[in-house]
C-alpha cells in the first residue's frame, strides 16, 4: 500500500505552505513544498544567465537542481516567483520535475508514514489519488498583505500594490497554461483562509482532511 499522501493545492501566499508543513507536524508526515522544486530551477536559470522561457535553459537547470539551496532566501523573491511561474508552463519542465515529486511520495523521507505536498497540480496530476485533497485560496488583497510581510521580513522592499499586481498576474498565468493549470481538483475540499488566522486556518484544515484520512490512520494507528 502506498504511503498516506495529503495534496495542498492553491494559489500564491494563500497559506497552503504553512498549513501544509503543520499538517505534516501533525501526521508525522514528511512534508514537500513542490513550489521549491520550480524556483530552485528559476534560481539555476537567471545565476547562468538563462531565458526562463527557453526549454533548454529551463530544462538544463531542472535537471541539474541543488536540493541543498531549499532554503536559499533569494527563492523568495518576486524575481524568482515569476520566473519560475514562467518555466513551470514548459511540459518538458514539468515531466523532469515529476520524478522527484513521485518518489518522495512513494518513499517519504526519514520512512516517514505518509507526506503533505503542497503545490499547483498535486491533487490533479501529482498524485491524482491523494487519501485527501484540499485547495486554499483567499482574496488578493489579504494574500498580497501576508506576502508583503513575509519579503518585508526577509528585508525585500516592496509597496503592497506591486505585490499585489504581481500575485495577480502570476495566478493568471498559473491557471492559463495548458499544462498542469492552477485548478482544484473535483473532489478536493475548498478552505477560504481570507478570514482566518493561521490557528484557525490549521483547524479548518484538520477539520476537512482528518475524516478522509480516517480509514487509512484506524488501520495504522501512531500512538
Ligand atoms: O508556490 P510557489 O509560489 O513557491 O510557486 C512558484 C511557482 O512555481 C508558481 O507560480 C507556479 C509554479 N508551481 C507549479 O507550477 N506547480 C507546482 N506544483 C508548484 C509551483
Redesign the pocket.
Known amino acids: 500500500m502506498r504511503p498516506c499522501v495529503i495534496a495542498v493545492?492553491g494559489t500564491?501566499?494563500s497559506g497552503?505552505?504553512t498549513l501544509a508543513r503543520r499538517l505534516a507536524a501533525h501526521f508525522g508526515f514528511a512534508h514537500l513544498?513542490?513550489?521549491?522544486?520550480?524556483?530552485l530551477t528559476?534560481l539555476g536559470v537567471l545565476e547562468a544567465g538563462g531565458d526562463p522561457g527557453s526549454e533548454a535553459d529551463a530544462l538544463a537547470a531542472a535537471r541539474a537542481i541543488d536540493h541543498a539551496r531549499a532554503g536559499d532566501p533569494r527563492?523568495?523573491s518576486d524575481r524568482?516567483?515569476?520566473a519560475?511561474?514562467r518555466l513551470?508552463?514548459i511540459a518538458a519542465v514539468?515531466a523532469a520535475?515529476l520524478r522527484y515529486?513521485r518518489d518522495f511520495i512513494a518513499h517519504p523521507p526519514g520512512a516517514a508514514p505518509g507526506s503533505v505536498?503542497?503545490?499547483?497540480?498535486?491533487g490533479t496530476v501529482?498524485c491524482p489519488d491523494a487519501d485527501a485533497k484540499l485547495f486554499v485560496d483567499a482574496t488578493p488583497e489579504v494574500r498580497a498583505h501576508r506576502r508583503w510581510q513575509e519579503l518585508a521580513g526577509l528585508g525585500i522592499a516592496r509597496t503592497e500594490q506591486q505585490v499585489l499586481d504581481e500575485l495577480v498576474n502570476?495566478?493568471a498565468?498559473?491557471r492559463a497554461?495548458t499544462v498542469?493549470p492552477?485548478r482544484q481538483a473535483p473532489d478536493a475540499a475548498l478552505l477560504d483562509t481570507t478570514n482566518l488566522g493561521i490557528d484557525a486556518a490549521f483547524a479548518a484544515a484538520l477539520a476537512l482532511v482528518k475524516p478522509r484520512l480516517a480509514a487509512k490512520l484506524e488501520a495504522k494507528p501512531r500512538g
Open positions: 493545492d500564491a501566499a497552503k505552505g513544498d513542490s513550489g521549491v522544486l520550480y524556483r528559476a527563492l523568495r524568482v516567483g515569476a519560475a511561474s513551470a508552463a514539468r520535475l515529486q505536498v503542497d503545490g499547483r497540480d498535486i501529482i502570476r495566478d498565468a498559473d497554461r498542469a492552477l
